[in-house]
């Protein structure tokens, strides 16, 4: 019930075209969702964050989508980028303003083709 | 500004060897967790911390140990060093008052 589940595991887009992450979880006591992006040799870095009281929350090209009842949530990312070729891993949490024990999903690898 | 320090940042350990994986951090965090980081299956929470003196375990603590002497550091201890260890660890603080985690960029251990 701790596990949150993330897919695509790899995904290869055109640039300029839209890249979409999809994670969904089962405990209902989550109540933060981030996403992360990582580079190569680099560690994780907070993209874009979002609570279940609003069902989308945009930051430029990134959009999270959060639909409750179906215990989803995704990253959207527009105009795709080969600057934005990376590994994004989603995240849930139960009070990020406790101990803040983030639970990851298994990562997408993602190529944005010039 | 350095943030999360990690040290080494490369290691290879035989097996049944003992090492200590450095973490520090300059932002005066309460918070921080160690993490390991396996192909396909994201990353995973060995232990944390939320103050200086209280450590406590996360999904996978077995074969590590902690310890927080101060606010600034947070040493990740492996006894025994054992194959299944072969991993990238990760260090990383948060402050309380969000919910960000800053990340060091990583340690790279393999056990042979």
């Known amino acids: 019930q701790q596990q949150v589940k993330q897919s695509p595991q790899s995904l290869i887009v055109q640039k300029g075209g839209i890249s979409i992450i999809n994670c969904a979880y089962e405990?209902?006591?989550?109540?933060?969702f981030p996403w992360y992006q990582q580079f190569p040799g680099k560690g994780p870095a907070l993209l874009i964050a979002?609570?279940?009281?609003?069902s989308e929350k945009k930051e430029g090209r990134f959009t999270i989508s959060f639909n409750k009842s179906a215990k989803q949530f995704s990253l959207h990312i527009m105009d795709s980028q080969p600057g934005d070729s990376a590994t994004y891993f989603c995240?849930?949490?139960?009070?990020?303003?406790?101990?803040?024990?983030?639970?990851f999903g298994q990562g997408t690898t993602l190529q944005v083709k010039p | 500004n350095a943030g999360v320090t990690q040290t080494p940042k490369f290691r290879i350990l035989k097996i049944g060897q003992s090492m200590t994986l450095q973490c520090a951090q300059d932002?005066?965090?309460?918070?921080m967790y160690w993490y390991r980081q396996d192909p396909g299956m994201g990353l995973k929470l060995i232990y944390y911390?939320?103050?200086?003196?209280?450590?406590d375990k996360g999904e996978v603590p077995n074969g590590y140990n902690v310890s927080r002497s101060t606010t600034e550091d947070f040493p990740l201890r492996l006894e025994l060093a054992a194959p299944s260890q072969t991993s990238v660890y990760f260090c990383?603080?948060?402050?309380?008052?969000?919910?960000?985690?800053?990340f060091g960029e990583g340690s790279r251990l393999t056990v042979l």
């Open positions: 990383a603080s948060r402050s309380g008052n969000t919910g960000e985690l800053f």
């Open positions: 405990n209902t006591a989550f109540d933060y």
């Open positions: 979002i609570r279940p009281d609003v």
């Open positions: 995240a849930a949490s139960v009070g990020s303003g406790n101990t803040g024990k983030l639970i």
């Open positions: 932002m005066n965090h309460n918070y």
């Open positions: 911390s939320v103050g200086a003196g209280i450590t």
